[in-house]
């Protein structure tokens, strides 16, 4: 955060960024980004990010190969897909091939259980999964460095 932009200002524990001021808009508190927001955001990025290359190497595939990218959970509800696209935590994919689909252990659960068809087809997808330890594969450190940058 630049030391001469008007918009910038040293908060109570980080340097921040004003987006908007206390009663504009009808705010009634200052908003404000911190320095430790854009860290917390770069090193959530990273970490996804270094778990899609990871496995992406592990398989011996490139990003092009991915026909779907499914986002589940909250994350999966509320991330704006073309940001964090544009940021680079998600592969450089068209966007029609990204799918959000909330909370979909809940409603993988509960369609095993209500199931005996759902059930075999989870156990038959789960026979195939394979583990992946991601801080032991190989160029771990250095892709998950490389990823804490927010430009692509």
């Excluded at 979909?104 to 509960?110: E, I, T």
């Excluded at 068809?117 to 992946?132: D, E, G, H, I, M």
């Amino acid at each position: 955060m630049l030391d001469n932009h008007p918009r910038v200002r040293d908060g109570q524990a980080y340097r921040e960024f004003v987006l908007v001021e206390e009663g504009v808009s009808g705010a009634p508190l200052t908003i404000v980004l911190t320095q430790h927001d854009v860290r917390e955001l770069q090193l959530a990025k990273a970490a996804i990010r270094t778990g899609i290359q990871v496995l992406l190497a592990t398989n011996g595939r490139k990003e092009q190969e991915v026909d779907h990218v499914i986002i589940a959970g909250a994350f999966g509800t509320y991330i704006d897909v073309a940001s964090a696209v544009a940021i680079g935590m998600m592969p450089g994919l068209p966007l029609e091939r990204f799918r959000q689909v909330g909370n979909a252990a809940g409603m993988g659960a509960r369609m095993a259980l209500i199931s005996s068809t759902q059930r075999k087809k989870a156990q038959a997808l789960a026979s195939r999964v394979n583990y992946v330890e991601l801080g032991s594969a190989p160029q771990f450190s250095e892709t998950f460095l490389n990823a804490c940058s927010l430009a692509t």
